[in-house]
């Protein structure tokens, strides 16, 4: 699904200034159907390497190939057009927009591609079902609770069907009720529709519902971890990893 060949993002702050490499020669595979945890220290660059592998952010230099395209090589507007069909991306403060209803920010997507308006119901509907929030449907943003706005930003990016869905730290702004209800959806739609998920997270209770983690320090993977399929187990070796490199332990 995703190869990534000799990474790099360096960064200037001006003129003169010590070059920062914030993503350092990093080469991994991900295959169709994983679910896959980055973790490290703040300052790591586990963000700035989400943000590449979905084209949000240029590359330094190096090879980003997502269901076979090279998408380094894509100009601006084709990135766009590749990431609209290609890549869900699940943002930790929603991105709903206020002014139109749930419903609406779910098929916004479609909309812009200008499909069929039956379709778009169709779609549409057929998520909030499955996502258990058909019910707020007609609700503004304003009117729901973080975990379901949570949930209504996971059903926009899904609405798409990319080939793999981003998320950055997508429990960062909930409490630990909304929070494993969230992940518990996330490894619904990983075990039942074989989505293929990306995420970011600093959280080792988060992180334990995924199948690998990828440990990012100083901009280049100091170690990856694999899950037997026991969560209890799985989430004491992350936190063993995040002291081993230093990571924050929440």
Do not use: W
Not at 1 to 29: C, E, N, P, W
Not at 57 to 67: D, F, K, L, S, Y
Not at 181 to 196: C, I, K, S, Y
């Amino acid at each position: 699904m995703i190869s990534v060949k000799q990474l790099t993002k360096h960064y200037q702050a001006f003129r003169g200034a010590a070059i920062v490499k914030a993503v350092d020669g990093i080469s991994l595979t991900i295959e169709a159907g994983e679910f896959i945890g980055i973790m490290g220290p703040s300052g790591s660059g586990k963000t700035t390497l989400l943000n590449m592998l979905a084209g949000i952010e240029p590359v330094t230099a190096g090879e980003i190939t997502i269901a076979n395209t090279d998408i380094t090589k894509l100009s601006k507007d084709r990135m766009a057009q590749f990431r609209r069909g290609h890549v869900g991306y699940i943002f930790q403060d929603f991105n709903l927009l206020d002014s139109i209803s749930v419903k609406e920010n779910i098929g916004l997507p479609l909309i812009l591609d200008r499909r069929n308006p039956k379709i778009v119901e169709q779609k549409t509907q057929e998520l909030m079902e499955y996502l258990n929030i058909a019910e707020i449907a007609g609700n503004a943003p304003a009117q729901i609770s973080g975990g379901q706005k949570q949930r209504v930003a996971a059903a926009r990016a899904l609405i798409t069907e990319p080939a793999v869905i981003f998320a950055d730290e997508p429990t960062g702004n909930l409490d630990s009720k909304s929070a494993n209800d969230l992940m518990l959806m996330l490894q619904r739609l990983n075990d039942e529709r074989q989505n293929t998920i990306v995420m970011v997270t600093h959280d080792a209770f988060t992180a334990s519902f995924c199948k690998k983690i990828i440990f990012i320090k100083d901009g280049k993977v100091e170690m990856t971890i694999v899950s037997n399929g026991d969560r209890l187990q799985f989430f004491d070796r992350i936190l063993e990893a995040q002291s081993a490199i230093g990571g924050a332990v929440r």
